[in-house]
């Protein structure tokens, strides 16, 4: 089977196996596990930004930002396709007791002038007040695209003229980063806080870090322990963190290239009648003939391709860590030969 589902299924590889077993460890509860410490002052510095926390999900990371940001009867504004809106369980209502405000950016990506547009009145007590613009780069539902980092600017001047929070999603950032040669510490400079996942492209089994000042990332722990993502000898996991960021980034290049790759194939079968752009490691495509995406995928199944639907007839492959290019000889022959 070729696995092209999520990035998230990878297995950790030989040499971060062996960092992880001979990792050092402590209590993290206590602030003693020098691994975890080392991971999170690894990530913060990555970025310029003061400090970080491990945890053990990105949800996690992100739904403890938002908690942090926000309070009852205010609100977030993000893009309609959001992970924090669509694949976290409603976690803003159920942890924070905020509101979501939607918007409908190109592909996921919103622009300042959508946030200036719908950022409420603080004054009306009708409303719920504007406390946090949420963004997330590279963007899962817009097939992995990533945002212009001038955009990102002009937003975090908006925020700042208008009080507000800004945190990125950043489940998938160093695949922005790898595509975009844009610089980690501007990121750092412009966002309060950001998620970045471990368990994603740098193909470590679990983990993220959620990356802010001294005093959100104090609070941040508060709110981890309540939602019982207080990890005690955890540095097991946490030197997969650190090999992954020496040693995992720059191959993310390599993801990007197949990607675009199966995207031209995928385009000149006639069983698709369309492919978004392919920016990074995700390929979204749509089936011709109204064809319908669960069928595909099991017809998929069958030839030895495992993907995830995306929608009706839309379907989804990733690239990652353990797809290689006798893997994508193989899909292309396969796609090439598949007929409905
Ligand atoms: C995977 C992902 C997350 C976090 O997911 P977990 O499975 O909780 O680690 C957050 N945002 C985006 C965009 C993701 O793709």
């Known amino acids: 089977m070729i696995d092209l589902r999520s990035d998230t299924i990878t297995q950790p590889t030989t040499d971060m196996k062996s960092?992880?077993?001979?990792?050092?460890?402590?209590?993290?509860?206590?602030?003693?596990?020098?691994?975890?410490?080392?991971?999170?002052?690894?990530?913060?510095?990555?970025?310029?930004?003061?400090a970080g926390i491990f945890c053990p999900s990105g949800t996690m990371t992100n739904q403890i930002a938002i908690r942090i940001h926000t309070e009852p009867q205010t609100e977030v504004i993000c893009d309609k396709r959001s992970h924090i809106y669509l694949y976290e369980g409603g976690g803003v209502a159920y942890n924070s007791m905020a509101s979501v405000r939607l918007l409908d950016g190109d592909r996921g990506r919103i622009t300042a002038e959508m946030v200036a547009d719908n950022i409420n009145n603080p004054d009306d007590i009708h409303a719920p007040v504007t406390k946090l613009v949420s963004l997330e780069n590279t963007m899962n539902k817009g097939g992995g695209c990533y945002y212009d980092f001038r955009e990102i600017e002009k937003m975090s001047s908006l925020c700042r003229e208008n009080g507000l929070k800004f945190h990125l999603d950043g489940a998938r950032l160093f695949n922005a980063l790898v595509a975009s040669g844009d610089d980690p510490k501007k990121y750092g400079q412009h966002f309060n806080t950001i998620s970045i996942c471990l368990s994603k492209g740098l193909g470590c089994p679990v983990g993220s870090v959620l990356l802010g000042s001294k005093e959100e990332i104090k609070k941040a722990r508060r709110i981890r322990k309540v939602l019982g993502g207080g990890m005690r000898q955890a540095g097991f996991l946490a030197a997969a963190g650190i090999y992954a960021l020496d040693h995992h980034i720059e191959r993310l290049a390599k993801d990007h290239l197949r990607a675009k790759v199966l995207g031209k194939v995928l385009i000149e079968q006639p069983y698709v009648e369309s492919v978004l752009a392919v920016d990074t490691n995700i390929v979204i495509f749509t089936l011709a003939n109204k064809v319908l995406a669960v069928e595909f995928v099991a017809r998929l199944k069958d030839i030895g391709i495992l993907a995830v639907t995306f929608g009706k007839h839309d379907v989804r492959f990733v690239t990652h860590l353990d797809f290689t290019d006798d893997q994508l000889e193989q899909v292309i022959k396969l796609l090439s030969n598949l007929s409905l």
Request: negative net charge.
């Open 19 to 50: 960092a992880m077993m001979h990792a050092r460890v402590g209590d993290d509860v206590f602030g003693e596990d020098p691994t975890i410490n080392a991971l999170e002052e690894k990530s913060a510095a990555y970025f310029g930004m003061e």
